[in-house]
């Protein structure tokens, strides 16, 4: 199928302001979602995942929030921290009940923080 | 336990030439994969293992790539003859059978000159 994508390289936003980074899949058989955050030199670290059919979730400071219907998938950053800048990925799996044969990631997204 | 280790951390080789790079998963995954990414780009699949069996494969592992996990802890990806277009990071990663959510390592940096 084809790959996630998403539609900004880059984001620059002033800390302590609200973040939200987008993905766009274009698999519509693909039944899972992670958000990975890549830091310069570091593998990709986990943020949250979720479902389809779910349309949103929440974690600490993040939320994901899913729509089928487009095909879109956002994360949302809240008070946004020096710590919170890197690249951020979303990545797609076609859930097989195997666990993940597979993630297919998008390009990425660079989140800058302002001071 | 550490995490996903793999080492080295950075190869630097001349066109050619084999490297060879290793990956120790957490202890308790038997689910181990490598991936590759290559500058501004997200991880690609390469392969992955349940245990020592290795039960896929992308369309990106040529026949100069191999990976082996010989007795279903750590993973060996070997590349023969490398090119200039080998230049990459490789990640492996690990998790729980049934588990969709991987641990990635810190990554081997190949620069092929």
Redesign the interface.
């Known amino acids: 199928g084809e790959s996630v994508g998403l539609h900004l390289p880059t984001l620059s936003v002033q800390e302590g302001d609200n973040s939200i980074i987008n993905c766009a899949y274009s698999n519509s058989a693909s039944d899972y979602f992670i958000w990975y955050k890549q830091e310069s030199g570091k593998g990709p670290q986990f943020i949250i995942d979720i479902r389809s059919n779910m349309d949103k979730r929440q974690g600490q400071r993040v939320t994901v929030l899913l729509n089928k219907t487009v095909k879109h998938l956002s994360l949302q950053i809240a008070a946004t921290q020096p710590g919170d800048s890197a690249v951020y990925f979303c990545a797609e799996n076609i859930y097989s009940g195997g666990g993940a044969d597979g993630l297919t990631f998008g390009k990425g997204t660079h989140l800058i923080i302002q001071p | 336990d550490t995490g996903?280790s793999q080492d080295p951390r950075h190869k630097i080789t001349k066109r050619g030439q084999n490297v060879t790079f290793r990956c120790d998963p957490i202890s308790e995954h038997n689910?181990l994969?490598w991936y590759r990414q290559t500058l501004?780009?997200?991880?690609?699949?390469l392969t992955?293992f349940q245990n020592e069996a290795q039960?896929?494969k992308?369309r990106l592992l040529s026949d100069r790539f191999s990976a082996e996990r010989p007795k279903g802890s750590f993973s060996t990806l070997e590349i023969q003859r490398t090119e200039q277009g080998d230049s990459a990071m490789y990640?492996c990663?690990s998790?729980?059978?049934?588990?969709?959510?991987?641990?990635?390592?810190?990554?081997s940096r190949l620069t092929v000159l």
């Open positions: 996903v689910r994969y501004g780009q997200g991880p690609e699949f992955y039960l896929e992308s990640l990663a998790s729980p059978t049934g588990a969709n959510v991987l641990t990635f390592g810190a990554g």
